[in-house]
């Protein structure tokens, strides 16, 4: 009888333990129903979400310009000076163009004869050697009262040593700028006619009156007669020269020589050629 009892028990309590569970569920569906569903009659606005207006919103906006603005340069900073220096006196404006080297002045000779005088310009730039040996002629006096003579139709000579010709020859300098183009070269002759090894006469000169190409890197000219072409062209033969002057400031030319201009004053003197002035 107990048993059974109890059996009942469990039976009521099991039922009535569904029966809750079924009304807990009809209960949730109908109000879930309710909130999902709107009212006849009635709209529901949407729903909108409002700024807190509580705390000020301090993130800038991410907005980004169409056209940005270049960064700013920070401003050049100006380099520090050096101490200033002492005052000096202000230097001299340069002139627009540089003051060239002043040329070394031209050298003449100037023939004074019976008949007239000229000019001559002596090369001392192409033919220095040969204008020393010249020049030192004149100083002695060597030229002074020679006549001039062995005349050709091209050539007027002078030079004749009565006792001999001194024991030194010269080489020949050469230019280009002294071919025998044109009249009025002054020349030294050649003491060969080898003209592969001649070498210049040291007392012996010729001028030219007309052109003669063929002596072009022949014979060494060393002057070109500036003045009074027209009286070495009409010299006679036999007619003498009174005497022959340097124009011009040789003095520097002829130290560069100074060693051999003692060497041919010994030569001159061995064969009788003193020194007349």
Not at 101 to 122: K, N
Not at 131 to 139: E, K, P, W, Y
């Amino acid at each position: 009888m107990l048993s059974r009892l109890r059996h009942r028990l469990v039976s009521l309590a099991a039922c009535t333990a569904s029966a809750l569970a079924v009304g807990i569920a009809a209960s949730a569906f109908s109000t879930s129903a309710a909130c999902a569903a709107p009212q006849s009659g009635s709209t529901t606005p949407p729903t909108t979400t409002r700024p807190d207006t509580t705390r000020p919103d301090t993130t800038p906006p991410t907005t980004t310009p169409s056209n940005p603005p270049p960064a700013a340069t920070p401003p050049a900073t100006a380099p520090k000076q050096p101490p200033a220096a002492a005052p000096t006196a202000p230097a001299e404006k340069p002139s627009e163009k540089p003051a060239a080297a002043p040329a070394s002045a031209p050298i003449f000779a100037l023939f004074e004869c019976e008949s007239g005088s000229f000019r001559v310009e002596l090369a001392t730039k192409q033919t220095p050697r040969l204008c020393a040996n010249f020049i030192n002629l004149v100083n002695r006096g060597y030229f002074d009262g020679q006549a001039w003579a062995d005349f050709s139709r091209v050539v007027r000579q002078t030079g004749i040593n009565p006792s001999g010709d001194p024991a030194y020859t010269l080489p020949r300098e050469l230019s280009k700028d002294l071919f025998f183009d044109k009249p009025g070269r002054i020349c030294f002759s050649n003491n060969s006619e080898d003209v592969s090894t001649a070498r210049a006469k040291p007392t012996r000169i010729f001028i030219t009156v007309r052109p003669q190409d063929r002596w072009n890197l022949q014979y060494a000219a060393f002057g070109t007669i500036v003045e009074g072409l027209d009286v070495a062209f009409n010299l006679k033969e036999g007619e003498k020269i009174i005497r022959v002057k340097i124009e011009g400031d040789f003095a520097a030319h002829q130290a560069r020589y100074a060693k051999q201009i003692a060497e041919w004053n010994a030569a001159l003197d061995k064969v009788g050629l003193i020194d007349r002035r």
